[in-house]
């Protein structure tokens, strides 16, 4: 028998998860139950002049159609769409029916899969937008979304701020802060600040602390926000809490917080450095600066610190002075336990989530408010927060709540 010369070629394995794309499907889903919600119950207002015998409104909500999957260029979104029923119009042809524009009946693929994806939280909260972004969902059939019905699902999303800003935070205690001053990036009435805090909690989980509007980073736009946090329960000092070294944020944190360490941002700060020096020294100085960063012991910290003074001091004096006007400060993160430096010595979690948020929001073409702004960005920190990884070591967090001393990132044991 004639040996064949076709060649096996195994498929390869599935690529592993993307976590923007799990992300953007998540939210996806989010926007479609809320944005089907607000659909239904716009539908039934329209009707309320409808009484049944029994002196009862005859359209009423009637549970949920069985889940399907819509395909989207993000993957499958599984929909439930809303059910609803005239109970005045039972096998009457003039019973009202109700048939969703967002998900037509025989929905299975979204007509313009490419360009989902880009479109759908850039336009989500606009609401001049809204009915373009659910047409790349489910094509032009959306276009008969009334104004009403898009304002009404803007709205729904401000309140959920606003509910979110007052919530009780008697019960929170987080461990460690991340603090920054984000500028979006979409064109605004006027340039805005928004204040983000990042905490971690007892159990090594990150949660949003706060999003709010504020004034180019002040001292009093942070300590308005810490009090707040405060008037809400907020009573238990975090242990330390990490930012950029340019922000008002410090002295607000002193008066609110006097009690919580400072912890200066290395990306920050190295990004600070850089810029006073030539360009053929960056890649030099950012090793040097690294074997601080990222020594084992605060003694060789210390150690690398003053040999990059000795080094760099004579001919690039502002550079040193950048560096050590923050010295205690970019050294804090030696006395907390080592499985938390990585998370310590920048504000990374702040920075990977709104590397995002500010894509997004670059890229939208009407001009925003300050409120549809703040609200957008918050919707996009939800979804992202659902995602975000824990803290390594989580069972050293009890051991610093209870008082636990670490030194040089190990618990320290008192000599017998």
């Known amino acids: 028998m004639k040996k064949s010369n076709v060649v096996r070629i195994d498929r390869p394995e599935a690529a592993p998860k993307d976590l923007l794309t799990e992300i953007a499907r998540d939210g996806a889903r989010q926007m479609l139950v809320a944005a089907l919600e607000v659909e239904v119950e716009a539908f039934i207002a329209s009707h309320q002049e409808l009484i049944a015998d029994d002196g009862r409104r005859r359209v009423v909500r009637n549970g ?3 889940k399907r999957p819509v395909q989207t260029g993000i993957g499958a979104i599984e929909v439930e769409v809303p059910r609803v029923r005239d109970r005045g119009g039972d096998g009457n042809a003039a019973a009202v029916k109700f048939s969703s524009k967002i998900v037509p009946p025989y929905l299975r693929r979204s007509q313009s899969l490419d360009d989902f994806l880009p479109w759908l939280y850039l336009k989500g909260v606009s609401s001049g937008d809204f009915a373009e972004t659910l047409q790349a969902l489910v094509g032009p059939e959306a276009a ?27 019960d929170k205690h987080y461990v460690y802060l991340w603090v920054d001053g984000v500028y979006v990036h979409a064109r605004m009435e006027e340039k805005q600040c928004l204040l983000v805090v990042m905490g971690a909690c007892a159990d090594g989980r990150k949660e949003l602390v706060a999003v709010e509007d504020g004034f180019r980073e002040s001292e009093q736009s942070w300590y308005e926000l810490l009090l707040d946090l405060k008037t809400r329960g907020l009573k238990r000092p975090p242990k330390v809490a990490v930012g950029d070294g340019a922000l008002g944020f410090w002295k607000a944190l002193a008066k609110a917080f006097p009690d919580t360490r400072a912890q200066r941002c290395w990306f920050h700060k190295t990004a600070n450095i850089i810029n006073k020096l030539p360009k053929s020294l960056h890649s030099k100085v950012r090793a040097d600066l690294q074997a601080i960063s990222m020594a084992a012991t605060k003694t060789e910290a210390t150690q690398a610190f003053d040999t990059f003074v000795a080094k760099y001091e004579a001919k690039y004096p502002k550079a040193v002075t950048c560096l050590v006007a923050d010295r205690d400060e970019l050294l804090a993160f030696y006395d907390f336990p080592a499985e938390h430096w990585i998370h310590l010595r920048t504000t990374n979690p702040i920075e990977s989530t709104f590397a995002t948020v500010k894509l997004r929001t670059a890229k939208t073409r009407g001009c925003l408010s300050r409120k549809t702004a703040l609200t957008m960005v918050f919707q996009l920190c939800r979804i992202a927060e659902s995602h975000w990884r824990r803290l390594n070591g989580p069972r050293r967090l009890a051991q610093l709540i209870e008082g636990v001393r670490f030194v040089d990132g190990v618990e320290y044991q008192v000599a017998a």
């Open 64 to 66: 949920h159609l069985p």
């Open 144 to 170: 008969g979304l009334s104004s009403t019905t898009i304002g009404r699902l803007k709205q729904r999303w401000e309140s959920e701020h606003e509910a979110w800003g007052k919530r009780d935070l008697t």
